[in-house]
């Protein structure tokens, strides 16, 4: 092979490679690196073959060894990038690279540009170039526009180019194994495809190819390059980056979170963000992102179609097919994943055709392809946006898009119970960008715009719901139906606890009923804000005067018909609460009128309604028993209806959230169970949570749920604040709950942070809300029991004796402060006890509490054994268990 001497066949197969090694040039540290033996043992070699072939020195031994027999030393890859900058995660990428190189001869990094291919390409290669005797080279074939990769690839390993560049390529890489790397396949794909074949049947060679899309020959091993994930490196590089721009830390997490996100961690984005960072900031860039394209330009690395993201993405689209081009442009419309058939409506073609064409779109890299669905990266969509908006074209495929979201969004609204949920959220940012500038009369986008009101209702999120009912209003063909959907826009804003702007969207109801000529809707709009006034006045922010209240129920009842039923059932209840100025004081006469004009109408909702009316003057009148049955009722009444329907959801939640309240103030556990499920099932989702957590988490602390009761509990605070902090009674109604779950575990520090939290929101008995000060008294009973503070007894006992007989809570505190005053040896105790025994009949809770005071005072086993049983009975397993163990005894030390 190197020579015709004799000697030759006595060199053995080592000492052949240090031949050629010497051949190469290589060093005895060099050469000892890449045969992993000793620099002693190198040394060995060489004096051994200066023997064998009669040669005085290592250069006439190199001349023997076929000098320029390798493509590269150790370190000096010919063609490698000298990159300037860190190399920031995918160390398991790099390892998956190594192993396909270590399984095929042939492996193409595929990923769309930016994504990071050639700095992977680069890395894998200084890792592994000691690993292939001839060594590595790295070609890149951005400049090559003829086809002529040989004479690219000859000029990188310096071989004399012939008319055939690729014969001398081939003469030289038959010489042994090595890594050839061709970067930036994509736009001479046939010819990088004739060259790769040739070189691999003609050679020992190894091939690393990086493309935005696959070669498409036989032994490929591909490996797709994905962007960087989020939430680890992708934030890492920008930080990275960021400091080598001399912008210094310390980020805002969030800020650079969401930045990486918006950027879909393209690492080429993230880079020109970072750099743009020293001017504007990590908090300008994110809200510069509006159009990426713009933003990150302006780089001045030495590849020049990498100093801004359009160049990137310009040099892909400029390689497309015209029909790719076509195709690509429209999909810019779609916001988040889309499938098969959704390219075809909107792209305006055939299932088969779209396929074909979405398909190359993938290899190509401009499409992701993930799971039987495809999206377009953020980046690469916001280019594809500006080629659409250059073509006529552009409003019919908008129109295409919005007929597509309307077709889809009826879909949903066909299906039964749940299992529609995460399809929608899948395609919710396309239904509403959809309607992006569809602000006019319009069929198409009033159907889509209505049913994405009720889908976003149903789905839960009640914040968003009244957009999108009041977005339909806009599009609505006549006024008529805009005053259906601002009536539908009122309902979920009061259902979300925004009562004040449910308020504002029924006046605005009745005024486009007026528009119509509709007399009779109008009527009914305005009666049912005075309804909310009257009803829910605690909820509002600002409180609507009593003036005002009045001079809109008589315009209401001016603009209707009074003979039908409905406009009288809505006007009588909004007659009921507007009386007087009085707040929740309606009277009885009123009451009952309008409990008589809903139920002629049989409409469940309205005989709901005027019920609340009655359960009020229960409540005032400290009636909890009938509270409670009316509450049953109204749950009875309205069980047929579906929540997810929004004037329904009024009735249907208010009643589930009193019910809640009544069966805890009862202390009727089986019922209170009972309506947390329902609460549960249809509430716990959404962006409301914090609403259906407050009205469950008493029910939990109450059954000795505690863990759960803590967890729904802290769930609740995130919500509200996340909500803005809303005026909602059930959030102030669970803050002693809540602190009392923490202190029945024996949690003093978090009882202490949640009775700070309850004070900062201020005192609830100014605010309106004195229902809460006997229920504190409780909790402050239970707690000070629970933790061995008696010295608070007689203070407590002086607090309930002192609660109005009307109030929902004062059984309970009398019950609590009484079984404190017996462990605390309050000299009073037996008297109070004797009093409280006698106001507890018929309550459970109470009766089981006295029980086991009496128990505890006079050493009674049986009047604890009786305790146990209510108890049980009840399933209030914590207390079940404390009076379990006071009928045990001490424990013995």
């Known amino acids: 092979m190197f020579g015709e001497d004799v000697a030759v066949m006595k060199v053995s197969a080592r000492e052949s490679e240090v031949l050629a090694a010497l051949g190469a040039g290589l060093s005895n540290a060099q050469i000892s690196h890449r045969m992993r033996i000793s620099v002693r043992t190198v040394e060995g070699h060489v004096s051994s073959l200066l023997r064998k072939y009669g040669v005085a020195d290592r250069q006439a031994l190199a001349a023997r060894g076929g000098g320029g027999g390798a493509m590269t030393l150790p370190g000096d890859i010919p063609g490698l990038p000298r990159s300037r900058t860190s190399f920031v995660g995918r160390r398991a990428e790099v390892e998956a690279v190594r192993a396909a190189l270590a399984r095929g001869r042939l492996v193409t990094l595929v990923g769309p540009g930016g994504v990071g291919k050639t700095r992977l390409a680069e890395v894998v290669t200084s890792a592994v170039a000691a690993e292939y005797r001839y060594g590595a080279a790295f070609v890149d074939l951005v400049p090559v526009c003829d086809g002529r990769i040989g004479h690219a690839v000859a000029a990188v390993l ?16 038959r010489r042994g194994p090595s890594l050839l790397v061709l970067d930036n396949c994509e736009h001479l794909p046939d010819a990088v495809a004739e060259f790769v074949e040739r070189v691999l049947a003609a050679s020992p060679v190894t091939i690393l190819a990086t493309s935005r899309e696959r070669l498409g020959l036989s032994g490929e091993v591909v490996h797709p390059v994905a962007p960087l994930p989020l939430g680890s490196d992708a934030e890492e590089l920008f930080r990275d980056r960021a400091e080598l721009a001399h912008q210094a830390g310390p980020y805002d997490a969030v800020t650079v979170a969401d930045l990486c996100a918006r950027l879909d961690g393209l690492p080429l984005a993230i880079e020109l963000a970072a750099a743009r960072s020293a001017s504007l900031g990590a908090a300008g860039l994110s809200t510069g992102l509006g159009d990426h394209l713009r933003l990150l330009a302006g780089g001045r690395g030495s590849v020049v179609r990498h100093r801004s993201l359009r160049g990137v ?41 779209a396929a074909d064409v979405l398909g190359r779109l993938v290899d190509k890299s401009l499409v992701q392809h993930r799971e039987g ?3 377009l990266l953020d980046t690469i969509r916001a280019f594809a946006a500006e080629r659409l908006a250059d073509e006529p074209e552009h409003t019919e495929v908008r129109r295409r898009y919005l007929r597509w979201a309307a077709d889809l969004a009826a879909g949903l609204a066909e299906r039964a119970g749940t299992a529609w949920h995460g399809e929608f959220d899948a395609v919710a940012g396309d239904l ?52 259906r959907d601002l009536a539908s826009a009122a309902d979920c804003a009061q259902v979300g606890n925004d009562a004040d702007r449910g308020f504002e969207l029924r006046l605005a109801a009745a005024d486009r009923a007026r528009d119509a000529g509709a007399g009779n809707a109008r009527a009914v709009a305005l009666a049912q804000a005075v309804e909310l006034t009257g009803r829910f006045p605690l909820a509002f922010r600002d409180e609507i005067p009593f003036e005002r209240r ?45 409990v008589a004009a809903a139920r002629a109408t049989g409409d469940p909702v309205l005989i709901s309604a005027s019920l609340d009316a009655v359960r009020a003057a229960a409540i005032n009148d400290g009636r909890v028993a009938e509270w409670h049955r009316i509450a049953a009722e109204r749950l009875e009444l309205l069980a047929p209806l579906d929540p997810h329907v929004p004037e329904h959801a009024v009735e249907i939640s208010d009643a589930r959230g009193l019910s809640s309240l009544t069966v805890v103030a009862t202390a009727d556990l089986p019922a209170a169970r009972s309506t947390a499920r329902l609460i549960s099932d249809a509430e716990l989702s959404g962006d409301s949570v914090y609403l259906a957590a407050s009205k469950t988490v008493p029910v939990l602390v109450l059954s000795g749920d505690l863990d759960d009761a803590v967890q729904l509990a802290e769930d609740m605070w995130t919500g509200w604040h996340r909500a803005d902090r809303p005026r909602a009674f059930f959030v102030w109604l669970t803050m002693p709950f809540a602190v009392l779950a923490h202190g029945l575990r024996g949690d003093q520090e978090r009882v202490a942070q949640w009775r700070a939290r309850a004070a900062a929101m201020g005192d609830p008995v100014s605010m309106g809300w004195p229902e809460l000060d006997p229920l504190i008294t409780w909790v402050d009973a239970q707690l000070a029991l629970r933790l061995g503070d008696l010295d608070q007894a007689a203070e407590l006992a002086k607090r309930a004796r002192r609660l109005p007989s009307s109030s929902w809570y004062r059984v309970l505190a009398r019950a609590a402060t009484v079984e404190l005053a017996v462990v605390a040896g309050v000299p009073s105790a037996g008297t109070e006890l004797a009093a409280a025994q006698a106001e507890s009949a018929g309550h459970d809770w109470a009766t089981a509490t006295l029980l086991r005071a009496a128990g505890r005072l006079h050493g009674d086993a049986d009047a604890l054994a009786r305790s146990a049983e209510v108890w049980r009975r009840m399933g209030a397993r914590f207390e079940h268990q404390v009076t379990v163990e006071l009928l045990a005894g001490p424990k013995p030390p």
């Not at 315009?555 to 009085?582: F, K, M, N, Q, S």
């Open 550 to 594: 009045r001079a809109l129920l008589a315009e209401a009842a001016a603009a209707g018909d009074p003979d039908d039923p409905i406009v009288a059932a809505r006007l009588a209840c909004a007659a009921l609460w507007t009386a007087h100025a009085d707040i929740l004081r309606p009277e009885a006469e009123l009451t009952r009128a309008a």
């Open 432 to 483: 509403r960008a959809a309607l992006t500038g569809q602000e006019q009369p319009d069929a198409e986008a009033h159907r889509l715009a209505r049913t994405l009101g009720r889908l976003t209702f149903a789905r839960g999120y009640l914040w968003q719901a009244p957009d999108r009912f009041a977005h339909a209003a806009r599009c609505a063909p006549d006024a008529s139906e805009a005053a």
């Open 158 to 173: 310096e071989v004399a180019e012939h008319a055939d560049g690729q014969e001398a390529v081939l003469a030289r890489l």
């Open 373 to 375: 669905s495809w999206r």
């Open 313 to 353: 993405i310009g040099w892909s689209h400029d390689l497309l097919t015209e029909d790719e081009r076509v195709v690509f442009r429209r999909l810019s419309v779609f916001v988040g994943d889309f499938d098969l058939p959704a390219v075809a409506a909107v792209a305006g073609m055939g299932a088969a055709e």
